[in-house]
């Protein structure tokens, strides 16, 4: 099984319910978008959820899931560091 994880771990705070997670792989992300993102989705949360199963498909490079999460958080209001 290839790799999921990221070189770089992306930390994810979103400042409505003060939520903080740190995500180090596609699978962390994937369960991060499932469980625990805000109620509203846009198109930048579908590409994210989408590109996350590529990755752990092993159909997609694990830093492509990353630079989606990053996206979708943009969108969504979350902060990033």
Do not use: F
Request: charged content about 25%.
């Amino acid at each position: 099984m290839r790799s999921t994880a990221w070189n770089t771990p992306l930390t994810i705070d979103d400042p409505v319910t003060g939520l903080r997670r740190t995500v180090k792989t596609a699978r962390q992300a994937k369960n991060l978008l499932h469980r625990n993102w805000p109620d509203k989705h846009g198109s930048r949360y579908h590409v994210a959820e989408q590109t996350c199963e590529e990755v752990i498909h092993g159909l997609a490079p694990p830093r492509k899931a990353r630079h989606a999460l990053i996206a979708a958080a943009i969108e969504a209001h979350l902060h990033l560091s």
